[in-house]
């Protein structure tokens, strides 16, 4: 079943530098059907739904590290196998010397506008991935961000924002 978030409703974790979570709201335990215990000490890819390209997670690795802030559209599955879409804001936190601490992720309900766009991409992402590699399915996204003349950031954030 596709559940859908709420308008009003933001689902907050915090990982550690390697991806495992340290933290996480209600809101989040709730839309995934896991308890705080049987999430906290787990990598985040416990939820990860086999429709999202590794494309895109290898994108948002390469970004975070670097302290700069990422948006991406994300399709993930609970517990009990249901699934739900996000639009996720993830950045690092950093310490007074300027050392990232843990990575913070908020996800808000994403726009059903961009999710029609974002749906066929993903899919060719994930054939191109399947029978060519991870950089033949990156580069899929930097030709339509070629051929539109945008940056990642540019289109995803105008997608929710339409
Ligand atoms: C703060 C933070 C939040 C993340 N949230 C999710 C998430 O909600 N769903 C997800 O599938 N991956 C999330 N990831 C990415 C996972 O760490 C992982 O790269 C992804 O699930 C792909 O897993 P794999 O590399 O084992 O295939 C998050 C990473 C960070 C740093």
Do not use: C
């Amino acid at each position: 079943m596709l559940k859908e978030m709420k308008d009003e409703d933001f689902i907050v974790s915090k990982t550690d530098l390697k991806g495992r979570i340290v933290y996480s709201n209600q809101i989040f335990m709730d839309m995934a059907e896991y308890t705080e215990d049987e999430l906290l000490g787990k990598p985040h890819s416990i939820i990860r739904h086999p429709d999202m390209p590794k494309a895109v997670f290898r994108h948002l690795w390469n970004v975070i590290p670097t302290k700069q802030e990422i948006f991406a559209f994300v399709i993930n599955k609970t517990k009990n196998n249901n699934d739900y879409w996000v639009y996720a804001n993830v950045t690092a936190t950093v310490d007074l010397n300027g050392k990232i601490v843990d990575y913070y992720s908020v996800r808000r309900k994403p726009n059903p506008k961009a999710l029609a766009v974002i749906i066929p991409l993903y899919k060719k992402m994930l054939e191109v991935e399947k029978s060519s590699g991870v950089d033949a399915s990156f580069k899929v996204l930097t030709d339509i961000l070629a051929e539109k003349g945008v940056s990642y950031d540019e289109l995803v954030i105008s997608l929710q924002n339409q």
